[in-house]
């Protein structure tokens, strides 16, 4: 069965009382619950970690290269513009890797803008809201059943 890692970074853990305005009602685990819905419909295996440590995700990301997961949906909140480490991690277990973000950064403070996994990512999805989380396993999905098939990957 594939297995799909949901890594989720800080504060992700305050959803549905953190910045509501921002980033919606729905907590992580209402989020994690139709995901693995979704699961259960499609025939994939949601694995989820969320972790407020820098070094609690480049760990487990290391896990998930040892364990044979097929590929990783990230929101990594404000490490996805701080941490080369979280980068080097991702880029040494070659899995693909879907850049999530619940609202729409490119809307928000210019630090936001960046992204330090971006350019290592199949795709970025963000300012829908919680179905990014959805399309973020869609596409994976996709990518493992038509590897090389990609048109704007290179």
Known sequence: ??????LQGPN?????????STYGTRTLEEI??????????T?????????????ALVDR?????????????????????TSIA????????GLPVVEVHLSNVYKRES????SLISDISAGVIGGLGPIVYRLGVLGI?????NPGKNPISS
């Open 43 to 55: 025939g994939f295996a949601p694995i989820f970690f969320q972790s407020n440590h820098e070094g």
């Open 1 to 6: 069965m594939t297995k799909i890692l949901i």
């Open 141 to 145: 999905l996709d990518l493992l059943k």
């Open 86 to 93: 979280i980068r080097d991690a991702l880029l040494s277990v």
């Open 12 to 20: 992700l853990n305050r959803l549905g009382s953190r910045e509501p």
């Open 61 to 81: 990301i290391h896990q998930a290269g040892d364990e044979g997961v097929h590929g990783i949906v990230a929101n990594l909140g404000a490490y996805t513009h």
């Open 32 to 41: 994690h619950e139709e995901i693995r819905a979704l699961g259960t419909e």
């Open 111 to 114: 630090f936001r803008k960046k």
